[in-house]
């Protein structure tokens, strides 16, 4: 059995978290079973490189800060191949380069365009247990590139597609997906399996398990995918296709996504083009933009309102800016986006009701609504944001 297993930044950040990880590691492998482990950096060590890129510039260069993030992956594979090797088990590091890792030229959020196996595969044929520095790539012209957030889970599934692995465990501090977060809602409940789209929807959504684009991936490449805890001992939860799920819940969950600023343009020009404008250049400075509201034109002028994530906020703000698409610019922090999923909702009615019906008995306001299939999302005010995700969980019975 081919085993790709990821371990997260909290599962090696210490001395004693990679030799628990080697012992796990070694035990699948006396069991059988052929490995490729892929790392992210020790917990904390990502924030040190960035703290001490700016130290010397507020905005360094995104090649070199490539370079100068991969390393940390580095060091973890190296640190963990030889507790390996101190155990018994014969054991290769790789960095991103040498695994076969081809990304594309956008540089700190790379996309893979193609894997060459060969050299993992050699060495497992010879037995060894091979460890990948996760995150990280190269590409065409040799330039060192990295993912993006979560990239050590998208390295591990692209592996795990490009070998043809029979699973790919993801291992987190967390031992699953809950239907919601334990610590907003402590009656939460571990989900047995979840399908890829819900999945991908929860994830990107704020669920913070499995970072979206490998679910996506996973769903594209069909890699069996776990998640489970290095912690402990527990059952995982099991990211399938819908059609291997026999009992498809109303609801599989409720996520919340803090990190939300509502950007309102006021006194927008009403004439054809101006939102492919402005949209457009959203899009060249790389901004993720989600919900999407404009009002009926009057006089010849519109008001048009968008959500984005709040860590891209200045650079929106300086690309609306530089088109003067409006007369006024107003930008509200003070938003959460909460959502509700479930492969479920594409055969029954009233979901949406039971929503609004929740949320105006707490009496809270709903700013913007999205949905889609299997999702309800809703902007609301921040503070009401933990409330409305209790208040939810309890509406659909999510804890029984």
Do not use: W
Request: aromatic share 4%; hydrophobic share 40%.
């Amino acid at each position: 059995m081919l085993i790709v297993q990821k371990y997260g930044g909290t599962s090696v950040g210490t001395v004693e978290r990679i030799t628990e990880v080697a012992k796990r590691v070694a035990q699948r492998k006396k069991e059988g079973n052929d490995l490729v482990v892929v790392v992210s950096a020790m917990s904390g060590e990502t924030n040190k490189l960035i703290e001490l890129a700016h130290s010397f510039s507020k905005d360094p260069k995104k090649r070199e800060m490539d370079l100068l993030l991969s390393s940390g992956e580095r060091v973890t594979s190296a640190l963990l191949a030889i507790a390996l090797s101190e155990m018994g088990h014969e054991t290769v590091a790789m960095s991103g380069r040498q695994a076969g890792i081809q990304t594309d030229d956008l540089h700190t959020k790379a996309r893979i365009e193609h894997i060459d196996g060969s050299r993992i595969e050699k060495e497992l044929k010879k037995g060894n247990i091979v460890v990948v520095a996760g995150f990280q790539g190269i590409t065409e012209i040799g330039e060192v590139s990295t993912l993006g957030r979560g990239g050590s889970d998208l390295s591990a599934v692209a592996i795990a597609g490009a070998l043809g692995a029979d699973v790919c465990e993801i291992y987190t501090d967390v031992d699953g997906v809950y239907t919601t977060d334990p610590r907003i809602e402590p009656k939460a409940r571990k989900l047995a399996n979840i399908s890829y789209d819900e999945m991908l929807e929860l994830a990107s959504l704020g669920a913070k398990v499995l970072q979206s684009r490998s679910v996506e991936l996973a769903k594209k490449l069909n890699v069996n995918l776990i998640t489970r805890s290095s912690f402990n001992n527990n059952e995982g939860t099991n990211i399938l296709r819908e059609e291997d799920i026999m009992e498809k819940p109303l609801v599989s969950g409720i996520a919340i996504d803090k990190n939300q600023a509502r950007v309102t343009l006021r006194g927008v020009t009403d004439k054809p083009g101006i939102a492919a404008e402005i949209f457009r250049k959203l899009a060249e400075e790389g901004v993720n933009v989600d919900m999407i509201i404009q009002n009926v034109g009057v006089d010849g002028a519109t008001n048009l309102g968008f959500t984005i994530p709040n860590n891209e906020l200045n650079i929106a703000r300086k690309a609306m800016e530089d088109i003067q698409a409006s007369e006024k610019i107003e930008i509200d922090e003070g938003i959460v986006k909460v959502s509700i999923v479930g492969v479920g909702m594409k055969s029954h009615s009233g979901v949406a009701c039971t929503a609004f019906d929740t949320l105006a008995d707490e009496r809270i306001n709903i700013q913007m609504i999205s949905t889609s299939e299997i999702k309800i999302s809703m902007v609301i005010s921040a503070k009401y944001g933990e409330l409305a995700v209790r208040a939810l969980h309890d509406a659909y019975k999510l804890d029984q």
